[in-house]
């Protein structure tokens, strides 16, 4: 069943729903689910600009809820999972640009002693960028049993200060082969503090395998903006041949491109890959005939 938007309406669904292939701009929560406890929904191939809270509020998700392919710009806090009870909750190939706040808005719904911890997160294969923090998670709560591999989190070309700020509790929780700029910039996860990417990769828990990117990680140029003030059209984020992100990943059995087995390409379109058809498609273009690029 297609979640059909009608104007000046969220997309507010049960349990069993698809969205798929809306333009959807202006909305305080673009995406979002009602209910507490939903399960298998799929969310793709959507086109999210000017959300001034979420482009998709995934809070309150049981298991089985999949939001990939989507492309998210111009967003305070583009993916909320506040919280997630137990999942799995996946978001992956989804591409963010011009964060105002956290990307990832990983929160408990309360705050303690009360407070319902988030669980069950899989993020994969996600492009972030951002004119502020690379990766900010901005809670004293608790994030249990999730992963994040083979993202790209993209921050100020000048930072003035660290670009990951995780103030959160880590609970089970894996952070590794994911690549970030600018790598010089300090690094703050559940408590412990690290002056830089390489500090991090030789003496954390975190990142063990992840990637220093250059100015060139993109084929379109593309880099942070200055400010997130102003708005971005959406942007191409296909990576460039000279890329520190190919073949920087670890590979992840359906969900990442390429046959090898071993490695995988960085972020939300592989190297080579077409990029997929983000918002309406054009006439006489179907589930069957679309592009959606190197992988499932």
Known sequence: MACLLQPHRHCDVGDGHVVCHNAISGFGDAIKFTSTGFTSEDVYNNEVTSSYDNSIELD?????????RNRFTNSYAPISFQPIYGGPVYVWRTVVVN??????????????????DP?????????????????????SATGHYFELRNNLFVGPAAPSGRIVEWDGVIDHGTLDFDGFYTPNAGFRISGQSWANLAALKTSGPY???????TATTFASGLTAPPTYTTALSPKDVSLSTSSPAVNAGTWIYQFSDGANGVTSDLGAIGLGCP??????????TNESSEVYGCTP
Not at 99 to 116: F, S, T
Not at 119 to 139: E, K, R
Not at 275 to 284: I, K, S
Request: charged share 15%; proline share 8%; hydrophobic share 40%.
């Open 119 to 139: 669980s069950g997160m899989l993020i994969y294969h996600n492009t972030f960028v951002s004119s502020d923090h690379a990766l900010f998670v901005n809670t």
């Open 99 to 116: 964060v105002a706040n956290e990307a990832l808005k990983i929160h408990a719904l309360g705050e303690p002693p009360d407070n319902q």
């Open 207 to 213: 990142e063990f395998h992840s990637t220093a990117l």
């Open 60 to 68: 309150g998700a049981l298991r089985n809820v999949r939001c990939t």
């Open 275 to 284: 990029v997929p058809l983000y918002g309406p498609r054009p006439a006489g």
